[in-house]
């Protein structure tokens, strides 16, 4: 059974920076990536990331701020987020498959002004 496993979620201020890392416990997927969610809001994306890593996509509200990885070696993949804003408090989400046909259970992020 194939399990997504977040962490490095957390309270950080303005400005500050956070890494999220999401393990995967059987296997790799081609594509590997982050979404988040707000209370009322629907789950927005935020990045993807493809097997070699190359050609990222990034949701325009982080661009430039936030960069995704992936160590396949590890099944890992990693959102550094760095300059912090209030707005980018949610849930995080890692995903993976085609169709992100698999999810992990989220990390709560929480950035204060």
């Known amino acids: 059974q194939v399990q997504l496993v977040e962490s490095g979620g957390g309270l950080v201020q303005a400005g500050g920076s956070l890494r999220l890392s999401c393990a995967s416990s059987?296997?790799?997927?081609?594509?590997m990536g982050w979404f988040r969610q707000t209370p009322g809001k629907e789950r927005e994306f935020v990045a993807s990331i493809s097997w070699n890593g190359g050609s990222p996509n990034y949701a325009d509200s982080v661009k430039g701020r936030f960069t995704i990885s992936r160590d396949n070696a590890k099944r890992t993949v990693y959102l550094q987020m760095t300059s912090l804003e209030p707005a980018d408090t949610a849930v995080y989400y890692c995903?993976?498959?085609?169709?992100?046909?698999?999810w992990g259970q989220g990390t709560q992020v929480t950035v204060s002004s």
């Open positions: 059987v296997r790799t997927f081609s594509t």
């Open positions: 995903a993976a498959g085609a169709r992100w046909d698999y």
